[in-house]
């Protein structure tokens, strides 16, 4: 995918490792890390959900043939060590996170159709790419996962890869495919920031593990 | 494997990941999220042990070329969503997590050997399908990991993966293997439950970690 | 790799498995778990980080096609359990630990390079092999991450590992370039065990997180 189209993914590609570095680097600073352990959260946040994805579809690991995306988390580290983490940027974090949620969701279900992946199972390669990342973080920062709030976020994950995988089996073109999806999934990820918007839970009762 | 054996291993395979897909989705009913969660707890625990036994002996993953493994997961989300997940549902989920376990452990090795791994790693590569998704769903979760408790548990399924593989080895036809694998495994995790057998723990004094 | 340094990196990383599957059997100590138990723990910890490096950089996974492997992690298991985990062993345990912590670093960073990962990856590949079977460890166990703490240890495996690769990309035979890089990871750490060394940590606000 070296032409126009491929060379606006890769950006984003390296403008999403950057976001999420960015997150990952903040788990860090809320810990009072040094500049090694804010490097590693940013690295493992931000590659984390396309490493998964390319181990799954069994292509090449990304960073690891192309160094170089490495030196998105490293900036992200930087970055946030010199210019912290006040609320007003956690707030500029947030959207930026839901750009590269949406963007990696697109992004990663792309691939993976490009890999001959089956439709249904490049949704989830796209789920997976948004979300894995933050899920690492949160188990290694030992935060509350993102899996587990009650905002919507994996479900704008879902409807970006989901809108662009059936646009695209429908025949629409690539590129149209994908600012929709990207579109779709961040009007829900966006509702559910500013209107904190969610599904409805589980109304039944749940019998506590005894053990 | 698409003579008689291999089509009731697939069918078992379908039922275990429906089986360990409801366990997933019941973790996320006790803390009543929405369905997508649901449905991602239910994948994540339904298919993470054959994923990573597949990443391990370098096997195209088994739910990516034929995304109707996910039907699975969906339905049991579905599942218990609408049937709930009381009492006594937990004890006919915990019954069918011990068929599931044993299942997988014989179907992990054998899948194993098939692919060439000796015999050594084809009983650990059981062991993994057989409860690694659950250890995932833990970690996820955030619920306290079916690793850390005490009743026999990984050992039930060693036993099945590791009385499967040493018939196999022996020349035992493979059905009559992993039918006498499957009931060992069984006969260990159906005493564990009722008589709540364990195995004896550490003696020793362990120094706690200081940091 | 079947000359002389070939047979002493192999010999190495038994040990290194050996040592780092001795940890992880001490924390199913710490739990008073059951011998299967100790010996999960111990084979996670042991090969865990091997093992993501292999997925990563598409190697064979090291221990699949040689169980023989898999005898060191066992014998850790039997060795922590009828020895004992008392202070006295903790202590030669941290310091085995930082032998193997920087053994990994340098080994998992050389068969990076041969299987021809480019520089920066192969570093990070150094730092993975040391570090993530220890990382799974403590998520497994339910203790505090390795990565949390302060005192240095992540730094450790990336000056070793970062050394280790300068000096081999700038010509330097490679076995003066692993016992090189292998010092300098080893100084580094021995001076956090004996004088609590860290790196400052963030000195800027974080603001909690608000979910």
Known sequence: MEDGLGAALTWLDYAAVFVFGASGAL????????????????????????????L?????????????YLIAPVAAAVAVWLFGAG???????????????????????????AFGVPPGAAVVMGVLTATFGGVLRDVLAEEPSVLLKREIYVTAALVGAGVFVILNVLGVPQLAAALAGFGAGFAIRAGAIVFRWSLPGFPGRAAPDED
């Open 56 to 68: 799954l579809i069994d292509a090449p690991v990304f960073w690891v043939g192309r160094p170089e």
């Open 27 to 54: 788990a860090a600073a809320r810990r009072k890390h040094d500049i090694v352990t804010f490097t590693f959260f940013a690295a493992v946040t931000g590659v984390g959900g396309g490493t998964l994805r390319d």
């Open 87 to 113: 609320r007003a940027r956690l707030l500029i974090l947030t959207w930026l996170d839901a750009l590269g949620l949406c963007a990696y969701a697109v992004v990663g279900a792309a691939k993976a159709l």
